[in-house]
């Protein structure tokens, strides 16, 4: 996904996160809140989550949101092996068709290319 986590993915993902009475007893602003107190800085420190805003005259892009590094380390360490919850994988955005080599997870490489080393040709 890059650097910036859309709007709509973190929307569509967190029911998966959340158990059904949690879910359950959310307002209907409950997005806009969560973005907030997630965004709001605390003693001079970004929050856990850093709005980012696209910048003109690129592309019509919608404003996302940048995980604390701190956080995206200790999430890689601590839930290494462990897969996301289902509706992490309803709300991903389509992969591209084009993939980079080196990455094994792609359906798009053939398996010869994504291994490392010389290839035949």
Do not use: N
């Amino acid at each position: 996904m890059g650097v910036a986590l859309p709007v709509a993915f973190l929307e569509a993902a967190a029911p998966g996160y959340l158990a059904g009475a949690d879910w359950d007893g959310l307002g209907e602003d409950w997005l806009e809140q969560a973005l907030a107190y997630a965004a709001a800085p605390c003693k001079g420190v970004r929050g856990p989550l850093t709005r980012i805003r696209p910048r003109p005259p690129g592309k019509a892009a919608e404003p996302g949101y940048r995980l604390a590094d701190y956080l995206d380390q200790h999430g890689r360490r601590a839930h290494r092996g462990l897969l996301p919850p289902a509706g992490f994988w309803d709300a991903r955005p389509p992969r591209p068709t084009a993939c980079c080599a080196r990455r094994p997870d792609c359906a798009s490489t053939p398996l010869r290319v994504a291994t490392p080393g010389p290839q035949p040709t």
